[in-house]
């Protein structure tokens, strides 16, 4: 089975400059995350999507990220600009979420895209 | 404020040795309690815990999660160089898909 793919895997981009990241979670997951780790920290939560829908966005900070999951499948996390405070390790991860028998809340993470902003 | 709190933050240990990593939380609606392993990449999914799984085993891991005290540990015996690694809990809320992840342990496995 496939995993969470992600891309770029590493992205260098000068400050102001538009960035954007893909996501293709877990075939069948219907939950989808977007991360934030810097280093030496765990994951911070950005966005949460069940199907196509943003259920928690509340930690996005919406001036400068937004996001969308068109068709419930992959997502694409965009930033624009970026600013030097952005450089990080964006994760996205999958899980199969709610209406699914025998529900299994286990995430399964994508390799990650590092971002430095310079 | 919800939390969850890792400790220690670092260890080094030898070959062989047994190590315990903890986790405790204060969350409200608990539902579960996962641990990841993270190397260089992606965290990696090792054990859930929930209140119909309070104890779970693999090989030289186990952990057990005690919802009294709202605490976890993680079990490793026998290190090896390959356990090194940031060992990560994550809290899921009830109602939600919530997690919400501690700062993580970095475990270092000297040979």
């Known amino acids: 089975e496939a995993g969470v793919v992600q891309s770029p895997r590493y992205k260098i981009i000068e400050k102001k400059q538009p960035v954007a990241f893909w996501c293709n979670p877990i075939?069948?997951?219907?939950?989808l995350y977007w991360y934030l780790q810097n280093l030496g920290q765990g994951p911070e939560l950005l966005i949460r999507?069940?199907?196509?829908?943003?259920?928690?966005d509340s930690q996005l900070p919406k001036d400068r990220f937004s996001a969308e999951r068109l068709k419930g499948v992959d997502s694409t996390l965009k930033i624009q600009p970026a600013e030097l405070g952005d450089s990080a390790v964006y994760l996205c991860a999958s899980s199969l979420g709610v209406g699914t028998s025998g529900v299994t809340d286990t995430q399964y993470f994508g390799p990650g895209t590092r971002l430095t902003v310079l | 404020e919800d939390k969850v709190v890792q400790s220690p933050l670092s260890l080094v240990v030898h070959e062989g040795d047994t190590v315990t990593l903890n986790c405790s939380y204060e969350?409200?609606?608990?539902?579960?309690l996962l641990w990841y392993k993270q190397e260089k990449k992606a965290p990696t999914f090792l054990f859930m815990l929930t209140s119909s799984g309070i104890e779970k085993k693999s090989g030289r891991l186990s952990s057990i999660l005690d919802k009294k005290e709202l605490f976890s540990i993680l079990n490793i015996t026998a290190t090896q160089t390959g356990d090194s690694a940031v060992y990560l809990c994550?809290?899921?809320?009830?109602?939600?898909?919530?997690?919400?992840f501690g700062t993580g342990t970095r475990l270092k496995v000297l040979a």
């Open positions: 969350v409200t609606n608990f539902r579960s």
């Open positions: 994550a809290v899921g809320q009830a109602g939600t898909y919530k997690y919400i």
């Open positions: 075939s069948g997951h219907n939950t």
């Open positions: 999507y069940e199907n196509e829908e943003a259920v928690d």
